[in-house]
């Protein structure tokens, strides 16, 4: 069965570092998803991405972060200066072809930043 | 907010017994989903229930959805041990070509053997 994946599945970075996670949604799918998971603490929505460009991002998505598509296969989340804030679990989902099927969740990356 | 909020927010039962956890929403949905996470780990979709819907089934899972109390129900029946896992409503009111989904804080639920 198709599945989202993600890597790495953990990053450990300084902060001010910029780091870069990884995400390869479920082929057919065209709508795709970041969300985060601080420890303890729920799933945040982050940005939504459709038809190359930006859906949707909440007020956690500020200048630092960036999403991108580079090629047909890979949808990334960059940081720019990460802070000890931004230690969590990040999430990358895909659905599709319709906007309102399920969200299909990666396993997840770890960012830690000390 | 349009969060969902489950209830209870820990449910601890015996083995072979079944779970029921609610989500309680505050505006209008295009669907709900539930999922669960095992400790540390990813999330996996279990229902999905569209707006229009007011019951759906898969395997041991039983979801309801009431649109006029804002609220959604999720019953695992004979539960097992390796249902051990948090339980996550999640509400879907697309304003934008891309959904986006918003979850509640979860019910950890403990299955004792």
């Known amino acids: 069965e198709p599945e989202v994946t993600q890597t790495p599945s953990h990053q450990v970075t300084q902060m001010g570092q910029e780091v870069i996670l990884r995400c390869v949604p479920i082929?057919?799918?065209?709508?795709f998803y970041w969300y985060r998971q601080i420890l303890g603490q729920k799933v945040e929505f982050l940005v939504s991405?459709?038809?190359?460009?930006?859906?949707?991002k909440s007020e956690i998505f500020d200048d630092q972060f960036s999403v991108e598509r580079p090629d047909g296969s890979n949808f990334t989340l960059k940081i720019r200066s990460t802070k000890l804030e931004d230690s969590a679990m990040y999430f990358c989902?895909?659905?599709?072809?319709?906007?309102?099927?399920?969200?299909?969740f990666g396993p997840g990356t770890r960012l830690t930043v000390l | 907010s349009q969060q969902g909020e489950e209830d209870p927010q820990a449910l601890s039962i015996q083995e072979g017994e079944n779970a029921t956890m609610n989500c309680s929403y505050k505006?209008?949905?295009?669907?709900l989903q539930w999922y669960r996470q095992n400790s540390g780990r990813g999330l996996v979709h279990l229902i999905l229930?569209?707006?229009?819907?007011r019951e759906k089934h898969s395997g041991r899972l039983r979801v309801t959805l009431d649109t006029s109390k804002k609220s959604s129900s999720l019953l695992i029946t004979a539960s097992r041990a390796a249902d051990t896992a948090s339980y996550f409503c999640a509400t879907d009111a697309r304003r934008s070509s891309a959904s986006k989904i918003i979850f509640g804080s979860g019910t950890r639920l403990s299955i004792r053997p």
């Open positions: 991405f459709y038809n190359n460009e930006i859906s949707e």
């Open positions: 229930i569209r707006s229009n819907e």
């Open positions: 082929s057919n799918h065209l709508y």
């Open positions: 505006t209008s949905i295009n669907n």
């Open positions: 989902a895909s659905s599709g072809p319709l906007s309102s099927d399920t969200q299909y």
